[in-house]
Every structure is written in structure tokens, then in C-alpha cells.
């Protein structure tokens, strides 16, 4: 009965590229805990760049100053 | 001081369902556990199907599939 | 395919209070939403006092300046 | 390492105030726990008004009756 | 920048278990979103048996239920 | 009403500590959003270093690699 929640920032993540995620990530839960992929879920949130800090600072403005 | 969060996929649930699900389940901590309606938080968050995984599939596909 | 998560404070919760929650609150999205109890999950957690804040306060010494 | 969720309604929080908001609470896990803001993350949630619940009702409803 | 959750029912997941699930998840978003693994943060939660509801029973209820 | 989680690695987070992240968070969310206090929680979470994985790997053999 695993639940397992992913976020990651909203930059055009494809409905291919989530259903990998998904696939994935209960294969891995199958494959390691041997739980159940019936009753496995996963939910995806995409997170706004300006919802999403680190270093102190918006992701968007992080990377524009880690990269200069 | 409760704090219950419940996702569900986003299906068009309605203003009044909401409603009726914030009122349940506080009704439900207050007869439980003898809660405090005022400092008792419901929070709905509604999934895209396609950000809903289960059985190593969106939500959508895992429905087309179970019930043919 | 429901998921709800319920926070409380670690305050002698019963196994069978626990069970009253999760029942309660399944049979609530079932008579709401229309929901397979079969895939809604249920996660209680329960904090510790020291742990959880309000009033900008640890839980116990809000209590203690709110009754006085 | 720490993970900062915080979840505010919906209500105009501008780009200003979310800078501000992840900027505080980076520096304070630096200031009182001496963590590293390159591993920091904080995630702000605005959740619709019709979404969040207080002392069972919505929390516009809630804040009607309260100011009457 | 991702953050992953993982909650699975307490049943003597080992370590290096653990570490199986951190580097599988890890893993899967360098491959499918091209993440940096250094600000990648993968969390994992057990949970007791008796905190963890699923057809509207506790998970140890309902899987002798299911089992008979 | 804001609800804010704050997770961090176990390792001696003391009473103390934890009143200042619960006051500090408190205070920020009244200045910059203008939010009542006695409408505000906060949870911490501490996560075991087993159970907190970044760069791939579980924390303390995360740290012991990137110091060496």
C-alpha cells in the first residue's frame, strides 16, 4: 500500500515523461518491498518556480545567480 | 488542532461536496477525539488524472484497462 | 482513489478511535464523492506536542496561557 | 538538509512576499539550526478558498459568521 | 530540484532497502527529467500497521479479511 | 490560516530549538502576509538520517563522501 508523492518544478514535464515516473517508481516499489503496484499510488504536484525555494531565493533567480 | 488534507483526482467536485466533505470530517474529529471545530483545518487538493498514478499507470489508462 | 492524511497530536489516540477515524472518513468520501473504499488510503499521523505549534507557540504552552 | 512546506489561501500573495517568505524561513533553520541554505528547499502551497476548511466550513463561509 | 515522499506500512523495511529506494528514485529523475541528483531529496515515511486505513479498515484488518 | 511543515534531519533538535522555529515561522507569516497567529500551525517533522536521502544516497553516507 505504498503512497509516494513527487514534486518537481513546473517546466513542461509531458504526460509521457509522468507516466514513466509512475511506471517507474512502482516498479521500484515492487521490485524492492515487493508491495502490491493494485494498490500503489503515486501523485505528481508541479510546483511554479516562484512556489519553489532554495538557497534562500526563488528557484528562478537561484539558477540565475549560480550560473553567472 | 487537527490538520487533515485530502486529495482526491479532480473530477468535478463541486463547491457543495467540498462543503460537505469539510464538515464531515471535522464532525468526525469533534465526536472521535473530542476535537476543536475552530482550530480543526480540512484541506482538498484535487489531481489531474494524468498526475494520478495507480497500478504503475495514470489513473486514466489503469481505468480503461480494468474495465474492459 | 482517494488519499487522506490526518494529523493530530500524540495524545493517547486508541487503536479504536483510529479505527472509528479511518472507517469514518472513508464511508464520508463513499457517501460524497462516490469513491471505492477498495482505493482509499487512510494515513494517521500522530505528532508530539513539542512538535506541533500554534499561536506561535508549542501546543502545551498555548493550552497553558489559554486557560489561565 | 530541511524541506519547508507552507500552505497560505489563495488570496493576491504577490512574487515580493514569496521571495520574503522563503528568504525568512531559510534563514532562520540557518540561524537556529545552523543549516546549509544550498540544501534548503521551501515550497508554498496557495490553496482556493473553497478548498480550505476551518470549524467545518469553508473558509469564506468560516470568516462570514465570524465577523458578523 | 525535486523532492520525493515515499510512505510505506512498518514491516521491517532494512536499510539497505532504504537505500535501494533513494537510489532508484533518485536515479529514475536524472533519467527521465535530467535532475540534479545534489539537490534531489527523497524522504521516506513508515507507518504503523494500525495507522494506515485502506478499505475503511486498519491495513492488518483488512488484509486478513481479504485473505480468508 | 496558514499550516506550515517543517522536516529536518534527527539529529538532537532540542525543545528549545524547536519553540524558536515555532515563534520564528509564527512571526514571519504575520509580517509578511499580515496572518493571524492563533490560525497558524506548524508541524515538525525530524527524519531519521536512514530514512533522508539526497545526491542518491541516504544522508550520512551522503555527508561522509562529500567531506572526505
Redesign the interface.
Given at each position: 500500500?505504498?503512497?509516494?508523492?513527487?514534486?518537481?518544478?513546473r517546466e513542461g514535464?509531458t504526460?509521457a515523461?509522468?507516466?514513466?515516473?509512475?511506471?517507474?517508481?512502482?516498479?521500484?516499489?515492487v521490485?524492492?518491498?515487493n508491495?502490491n503496484?493494485?494498490?500503489?499510488?503515486?501523485?505528481?504536484?508541479?510546483?511554479a518556480l516562484?512556489?519553489?525555494?532554495?538557497?534562500?531565493?526563488?528557484?528562478e533567480?537561484y539558477r540565475r545567480r549560480h550560473k553567472a
Open positions: 500500500m505504498p503512497y509516494v508523492n513527487i514534486k518537481v518544478t514535464v504526460p515523461q509522468k507516466t514513466e515516473l509512475i511506471s517507474g517508481v512502482t516498479d521500484l516499489l521490485r524492492v518491498l508491495k503496484p493494485a494498490t500503489t499510488f503515486v501523485v505528481i504536484d508541479e510546483v516562484e512556489d519553489w525555494g532554495i538557497g534562500g531565493l526563488p528557484a533567480e
